[in-house]
């Protein structure tokens, strides 16, 4: 069984930089896809970014040249880096983690993490 932590929440001002971190630990061999989702209230859970083992990223279009979303595979951790916040960033964000990128994210299957708080004040 695959656990994943999260880490790098909090409140910043916009315009301002946070670093999101999330440690898989447990089954790792079958984990090949991670990344991250957000869901703000009232809004459908959405794709931030995710990355392969290989190094392929994708990213919503939304975040595109303010995010990057990088994998350290020795340890297991995959990070998100958000510039240039804006308030509408403002959500809680989830590290999924599932066999493949195409997978990633499918409801009833998959590992989560608990979700961190972001906050973006205008």
């Known amino acids: 069984q695959v656990q994943l932590v999260e880490s790098g929440g909090g409140l910043v001002q916009a315009g301002g930089s946070l670093r999101l971190s999330c440690a898989a630990s447990g089954g790792i061999l079958s984990i090949t896809a991670m990344g991250w989702y957000r869901q703000a209230p009232g809004k459908q859970r959405e794709l931030v970014a995710a990355i392969t083992t290989g190094g392929f990223t994708k990213y919503a279009d939304s975040v595109k040249g303010r995010f990057t979303i990088s994998r350290d595979n020795a340890k297991n951790t995959v990070y998100l880096q958000m510039n240039i916040l804006k308030p509408e960033d403002t959500a809680v964000y989830y590290c999924?983690?599932?066999?493949?990128?195409?997978?990633?994210?499918?409801?009833?299957?998959?590992?989560w993490g608990q979700g961190t708080q972001v906050t973006v004040s205008s």
């Open positions: 999924a983690a599932d066999s493949s990128l195409s997978v990633l994210g499918s409801k009833g299957r998959g590992y």
